[in-house]
């Protein structure tokens, strides 16, 4: 019995078309998981930005919420370097012998958005230097993460629905200008987002967001 063997083997032709073919095939699979991560990594940051939003909002209007009957006051220098509002807690209705009597309160909060940092900050009064436009303890009173800051074409725009004309009284601070501020108002927070990472940052993401004041 006798077994015919062929021992050409493949041809050069067929060597290179061999490896065409699965070239191209690697080419495919690879730009297939190439487009994949950058899909989850764009996915993973639009999420990071939105989860941070959110975050932001609900501490600012859960503080919001604890003033009470309260006004806002725009103090922002000229440069737009800086966006610092002062929110007070004026007032509070008590009875007095069947009667309803304004019991004033007067406890101020400073919100600031500082672009030479990228940072949004929310603390007492007392706490803010406006001369430097600091707080004593800025990174207790940071609301955004350290990797996540604000670019500078970032702002806040505040649009006034009524005002509180509220007595001026003498000897403490920044009464007489609250007394001609907005007592309600929509606040719009335009910030242009940048998530940090250590080899650089991502580029930059618009997101907005609109609270009640």
């Known amino acids: 019995m006798r077994v015919l063997l062929n021992n050409k083997g493949l041809s050069l032709f067929e060597v290179l078309i061999s490896i065409t073919v699965g070239s191209v095939i690697i080419i495919m699979l690879l730009s297939l998981l190439s487009t994949t991560l950058l899909t989850r990594n764009e996915l993973d940051y639009r999420n990071v930005l939105s989860e941070e939003m959110h975050r932001i909002n609900e501490t600012l209007n859960r503080r919001f919420r604890n003033l009470g009957y309260r006004s806002i006051l725009d103090v922002s ?17 008590v009875q007095i012998e069947g009667v309803n009597e304004v019991d004033w309160i007067f406890d101020q909060h400073v919100m600031h958005l500082d672009l030479t940092v990228g940072a949004l900050y929310y603390g007492p009064y007392e706490h803010f230097d406006f001369d430097s436009l600091t707080f004593d303890n800025p990174e207790l009173r940071r609301l955004n993460r350290q990797d996540v800051v604000f670019d500078a074409v970032s702002s806040i725009e505040v649009q006034c629905l009524g005002t509180f004309p ?5 000897g403490e601070p920044g009464v007489d200008a609250v007394s001609a501020t907005c007592a309600r108002a929509y606040l719009r927070l335009n910030f242009h987002v940048s998530y940090v990472l250590r080899d650089g940052a991502l580029p930059p993401r618009q997101m907005y967001s609109t609270l009640i004041y």
């Open 77 to 93: 220098p000229e440069g737009g370097d800086h966006y610092v509002f002062i929110l007070t807690e004026e007032y509070d209705f």
């Open 166 to 170: 509220a007595p001026q009284r003498s």
